[in-house]
């Protein structure tokens, strides 16, 4: 399998302008989850979906974000319009099983962006 | 707030010496996992220990839980320079919580 896919691998971009992060995860697997890394912050966790159907939304940190997953094989991470502090490194991750929080957790590579 | 805090937050040894990092976490868990992340990289599952373990290997790796004390810690024996890279603790909450929260992590530096 060729594991978590993310594209694109970096992205810089003007503030206001509209991002969107894309995800594949791997094949089977019945969660994803974006997660947003930054040095002040850490690893923050922005959204989970369980068989597609967004399930915690709660670390979106503004109605600028939205994450959708129409189907079992894509998701898109939205921020419109992007703010220079919306820079970080975007990952997103899949696991095997819902339902409980023991499973391993397969990362892509991450989406490292730039608001300038 | 139940994200885990590693410490200490950054480790230079010289290769073959043991690596220790450490984990405190403060919500009761049903599991514990670590991580590594290589720089410019995604992260990595090393390790998963529940709650009801005390102490689990995978090779060089030895990881430690001391529910009482609400920490876990890392020991990394006879390291190697290709095991320089971060190193994060996760913590999945007791209650059904789907979730993993993640620290901030160690950053592991090992000297040739």
């Known amino acids: 399998d060729a594991g978590v896919i993310q594209s694109p691998r970096h992205e810089v971009t003007e503030m206001g302008q509209e991002v969107t992060l894309r995800c594949k995860p791997i094949?089977?697997?019945?969660?994803l989850f974006w997660y947003r890394q930054t040095m002040m912050r850490g690893l923050e966790l922005l959204i989970y979906?369980?068989?597609?159907?967004?399930?915690?939304d709660s670390g979106m940190p503004e109605d600028r974000f939205s994450a959708k997953m129409p189907n079992a094989s894509f998701s898109t991470l939205k921020i419109q319009p992007s703010e220079p502090r919306d820079s970080a490194v975007y990952f997103c991750?899949?696991?095997?099983?819902?339902?409980?929080?023991?499973?391993?957790?397969?990362f892509g590579e991450g989406s490292r962006l730039t608001v300038l | 707030s139940q994200q885990g805090e590693e410490d200490p937050q950054a480790l230079s040894i010289q290769e073959g010496e043991n690596a220790t990092m450490n984990c405190s976490y403060k919500?009761?868990?049903?599991?514990l996992q670590w991580y590594r992340q290589n720089s410019g990289r995604g992260l990595v599952h090393l390790i998963l220990i529940r709650s009801n373990e005390r102490e689990k290997h995978s090779g060089r790796l030895r990881v430690t839980l001391d529910t009482s004390k609400k920490s876990s810690s890392l020991l990394i024996t006879a390291s190697r320079a290709a095991d320089t890279a971060s190193y994060f603790c996760a913590t999945g909450a007791q209650g059904g919580s789907e979730k993993l929260v993640f620290g901030k992590g160690t950053k592991l530096t090992v000297n040739p």
């Open positions: 919500t009761s868990i049903n599991n």
């Open positions: 094949s089977g697997h019945n969660s």
């Open positions: 991750a899949s696991r095997a099983t819902s339902g409980s929080n023991t499973g391993e957790l397969f």
């Open positions: 979906f369980n068989n597609n159907v967004p399930i915690d």
